[in-house]
T-cell receptor, first 117, second 118 residues
Framework: AQTVTQSQPEMSVQEAETVTLSCTYDTSESDYYLFWYKQPPSRQMILVIRQEAYKQQNATENRFSVNFQKAAKSFSLKISDSQLGDAAMYFCAYRSEVETSGSRLTFGEGTQLTVNP | EAGVTQFPSHSVIEKGQTVTLRCDPISGHDNLYWYRRVMGKEIKFLLHFVKESKQDESGMPNNRFLAERTGGTYSTLKVQPAELEDSGVYFC????????????????FGQGTRLTVV
């Protein structure tokens, strides 16, 4: 079974600074997807960024980028130029690309990010 | 376009009572998922519907939980009888397809239902 670990329960960053959230995972599969989800205080979780394991290039979405290290099974999220609206709970998630494994997401425990003005 | 909606947003019930949670997925999304987050823990998968069929219910904790998806539209998750350890936030998500297909597999989440069993 796959597992996802987020070792930082809480993180804080100053507005306009950069912060990196860590995520490691364990799997025996070679094809999979990795995601970062953001859950603001309003509680609706939204997708921030996704990474296909077969792609060597790190995904980027505006101020959000990932550092995907497949051999190390590491998938960190970097938020540049942090804004007050980035304050949220961030979840790292894994999904198999093998149909027989199901399309469910496996989540980490989350990292609560605080952005200080 | 309406997103995934869940009702109620918050429910407080006594141990032994029954509670029914509802999820309305995005129109046209055949895949519907239920997840649960117990306080401070990771979000855990409960089950997956494809249309009205249960594709994967390996995450359902026990037979006190019953999920249905009538006509492949909205879904309900009933907990009967509720126990203290059932407290948590129940999330519903939907996606157009299960895998790949140019991001049509993206899962959209509802705001969750916070269930408190006292």
């Amino acid at each position: 079974a796959q597992t996802v670990t987020q070792s930082q329960p809480e993180m804080s960053v100053q507005e306009a600074e950069t912060v990196t959230l860590s995520c490691t995972y364990d799997t025996s599969e070679s094809d999979y997807y990795l995601f970062w989800y953001k859950q603001p205080p309003s509680r609706q979780m939204i997708l921030v960024i996704r990474q296909e394991a077969y792609k060597q290039q790190n995904a980027t979405e505006n101020r959000f980028s990932v550092n995907f290290q497949k051999a190390a099974k590491s998938f960190s999220l970097k938020i540049s130029d942090s804004q007050l609206g980035d304050a949220a709970m961030y979840f790292c998630a894994y999904r198999s690309e093998v149909e027989t494994s199901g399309s469910r997401l496996t989540f980490g425990e989350g990292t609560q990010l605080t952005v200080n003005p | 376009e309406a997103g995934v909606t869940q009702f109620p947003s918050h429910s407080v019930i006594e141990k032994g009572q029954t509670v029914t949670l509802r999820c309305d997925p995005i129109s046209g999304h055949d895949n519907l998922y239920w997840y649960r987050r117990v306080m401070g823990k990771e979000i855990k998968f409960l089950l997956h519907f494809v249309k009205e069929s249960k594709q994967d219910e390996s995450g359902m904790p026990n037979n006190r939980f019953l999920a249905e998806r009538t006509g492949g539209t909205y879904s309900t998750l009933k907990v009967q009888p509720a126990e203290l350890e059932d407290s948590g936030v129940y999330f519903c998500a939907s996606s157009q397809v299960g895998w790949g297909y140019s991001r049509q597999d993206e899962a959209f989440f509802g705001q969750g239902t916070r269930l408190t069993v006292v």
